[in-house]
C-alpha cells in the first residue's frame, strides 16, 4: 500500500472519530490541550499533600486546596461539611445553580490516600513527590522534566499516591466545569461537588455527614468518580458496586513455641490447622463451599444480562498481562466473576520464614479474610456464615484472647473479628437520567462505551440509598494498571485528559 492509501486512510479515519464526538467536546479538547501546564502543574501541587485520613494537620491542608480550587473556579456556597463526630476528615462541598436547569447532579470523589511505604516504591519514586514518566515503569518508562510547551504526550504517566485513586477524580471534576466556563459553554444541570477525606478509611463517618445535611444533598443522581475504565482501555459507566466486609482469625495451640523435633506429630499445629479449615471453605473450581454462601444474590435483570454480554472479553489479556496460566474459577469469565459473592485471603502469618526461619511449632496462625458483596446479600449476614462454617470444622469460636479455660476446655480454639461492612449498591439501566448519561459519554468516544452492572471494587454506595434515596452511577477514568492502593501509583494522561471530556459531557449533557 502507497503512502498516499496510508494518508488517506489517516485522514478518513480521523474525520470519522472527530464526527463520533460533539462539538462541544472538541471545544472542551481544545481548552485543556491549551492548558495542559496549569491543569498539571495544580495537579502536581495537590498530589505532593500528603492525604492519610488519620493525618489531620495534612488532611485539613487537601480540603483547604481543593477549597480554594473551587473558588478560583467561581464555584458558590463553598464549605467543609462534617458529621456529629469531631476531628473528622471534613468532605468538601460546593454548588453551582444554573437558571432553568430541571436536574440537580452531585460529582463524587474523595481526597484521601491509602497509607504509604516508601521503601517499597521504585528508586527515585517517592509517594509525595510526583514525577511524570514516559510510561509504565514496568514497560520501561522513564523520568522526565515537567514540559514547560503544553506538549504532553497522552501515554505519559504521573506517579505518586492519589494520583489515580482519587485526587485525578477530584481534579477531573472541577477542571471539566473549569472548561466549560472557559469555553464560553453552560451546563445544563445544577451541579453539586461532593469531594470525601475518609473514603480509604471505611467511610465510618460518611453516613453522619449524608444524614445531617440531608436536605442540602437532595439530588437526581450522583455521579461517582472512581476506579479503573475498562481492562479494554474503553470508557465504561457502572451501575453498581460489591459491598466489603472481612474477618480476622485466629487459631491458637500451645501457650509457647516448641521444637518440632521433640513435639512434631503430637502438639497440634496451628498454621496447619488454620490451612486446613481455610482450604475448606472453597472447592477446586474456586466456588465457595460454605452453607448458603451465595442462596440470597438478587439475580440480574434481562438489561443488566445483555449489557454483561457486551462486555469486550479481557481474561486472555489479563492473564497473559498478569503472568496467569489459569484461573480460579474455571470456566467463568472476568465480568461474570465479579457479579458474584466472593471469599478472598488477604493475608496469612504464623512463625518465621526465610532467613528468620527456625524448626519450632509457631503458638498461633492468622488470617484475614476479605468477604465481597452483590446485590441481595447482607454484611453481617455473610459474615455469620462464615462463622457457621468454621463451627461446623469443630472449632469454638471466642470473641477475645483465650483463658486458661479456654485452652484446656476446646480442642480447636479460634478468635474471630469482625470487621465492619456495608452492602452492594445497583442502579438500574432504564432509568430517564441513566441513559442520558449512557448518551453523553457516547458523545465524547467513537469506541464502545462499556457498560457493567457491577464494578469490581467496593464503595459504600448504599449509604447514599439509604439516607438520601439517591441514584449513583459510577464514571471510573483511571488506568486499569494504575497500582492504586499499591506502591507506584500512577495515572496515564490519556485517562486524566479523556475524565475531563467525560465530566464536561455528563455537566452538559441533553
Given amino acids: 500500500m502507497t503512502r498516499r ?12 472519530w472527530s464526527l463520533a464526538q460533539s462539538a462541544d467536546i472538541l471545544t472542551i479538547r481544545k481548552y485543556h490541550q491549551q492548558n495542559a501546564n496549569k491543569i ?48 473528622v476528615p471534613p468532605v468538601v462541598y460546593g454548588e453551582v445553580n444554573v437558571p432553568g436547569a430541571s436536574q440537580t447532579i452531585i460529582f463524587y470523589a474523595h481526597y484521601d490516600g491509602q497509607p504509604v511505604n516508601p521503601a517499597q516504591w521504585a528508586q527515585g519514586l517517592e509517594p509525595f513527590t510526583p514525577k511524570l514518566f514516559t510510561g509504565a515503569l514496568d514497560q520501561g518508562g522513564s523520568n522526565i522534566p515537567f514540559p514547560s510547551d503544553n506538549h504532553y504526550n497522552k501515554e505519559w504517566r504521573i506517579y505518586g499516591r492519589s494520583a489515580s485513586d482519587d485526587k485525578a477524580g477530584v481534579m477531573v471534576i472541577l477542571e471539566a466545569y ?3 466556563i472557559k469555553s464560553g459553554l453552560y451546563p445544563t444541570c445544577n451541579i453539586r461537588f461532593f469531594f470525601e477525606g475518609e473514603e480509604e478509611a471505611g467511610s465510618t463517618h460518611l453516613n453522619e455527614v449524608l444524614e445531617k445535611y440531608a436536605p442540602l444533598l437532595k ?37 509457647r513455641p516448641l521444637h518440632s523435633g521433640h513435639y512434631g506429630n503430637w502438639a497440634p499445629n496451628p498454621a496447619m490447622m488454620l490451612a486446613q479449615l481455610l482450604a475448606s471453605m472453597k472447592d477446586d473450581q474456586g466456588h465457595v463451599t460454605i452453607k448458603g454462601f451465595y442462596d440470597d444474590v438478587q439475580a440480574l435483570t434481562a438489561s443488566e444480562k445483555k449489557a454483561m454480554m457486551e462486555v469486550p472479553s479481557v481474561d486472555e489479556q489479563m492473564k497473559k498481562e498478569l503472568g496467569l496460566k489459569s484461573t480460579e474459577m474455571s470456566g467463568s469469565t472476568l465480568t461474570a466473576s465479579i457479579n ?85 449498591q445497583r442502579t438500574s439501566m432504564e432509568l430517564p437520567i441513566a441513559q442520558k448519561v449512557i448518551a453523553a459519554v457516547k458523545n465524547t468516544t467513537s469506541e ?45 494522561l490519556k485517562n486524566f485528559f479523556d475524565g475531563i471530556e467525560t465530566m464536561s459531557a455528563v455537566m452538559m449533557m441533553k
Avoid at 48 to 77: C, V, W
Avoid at 225 to 238: L, N
Avoid at 374 to 398: F, M, S
Fill in 5 to 16: 492509501v496510508y494518508t488517506i486512510l489517516f485522514i478518513f479515519f480521523a474525520q470519522m
Fill in 40 to 87: 498539571i502543574s495544580e495537579f502536581s501541587t495537590f498530589l505532593a499533600l500528603p492525604n492519610l485520613a488519620r493525618d489531620p494537620q495534612n488532611i485539613t491542608k487537601n480540603a483547604e486546596f481543593i477549597s480554594s480550587m473551587m473558588r478560583d473556579r467561581g464555584i458558590q456556597n463553598v464549605q467543609l461539611l462534617s458529621g456529629v463526630t469531631d476531628k
Fill in 178 to 180: 473549569h472548561a466549560i
Fill in 219 to 255: 439530588s437526581d443522581l450522583w455521579l461517582i468518580c472512581d476506579g479503573p475504565v475498562h481492562q479494554s482501555g474503553k470508557k465504561q459507566i457502572v451501575f453498581g458496586v460489591r459491598g466489603d466486609t472481612g474477618l480476622g482469625l485466629t487459631v491458637f495451640a500451645s501457650k
Fill in 340 to 424: 458474584l459473592p466472593s471469599l478472598n485471603i488477604n493475608g496469612m502469618a504464623s512463625g518465621n520464614v526465610g532467613k528468620l526461619a527456625s524448626n519450632q511449632i509457631p503458638t498461633y496462625a492468622t488470617a484475614v479474610l476479605d468477604l465481597r458483596l452483590v446485590l441481595g446479600n447482607d454484611w453481617q449476614r455473610q459474615q455469620q456464615k462464615v462463622i457457621d462454617h468454621i463451627t461446623a470444622q469443630g472449632y469454638q469460636v471466642i470473641d477475645h484472647e483465650p483463658t486458661e479455660e479456654d485452652r484446656t476446655k476446646y480442642d480447636k480454639l479460634i478468635y474471630v473479628i469482625r470487621h465492619e461492612g456495608y452492602n452492594a
Fill in 448 to 492: 464502545q462505551v462499556v457498560l457493567q452492572p457491577t464494578l469490581g471494587g467496593s464503595l459504600p454506595l448504599f449509604l447514599f440509598e439509604k439516607y438520601l434515596h439517591a441514584n449513583t452511577i459510577t464514571l471510573p477514568i483511571a488506568n486499569h494498571d494504575n497500582n492504586q492502593h499499591a506502591e507506584n501509583e500512577n495515572i496515564r
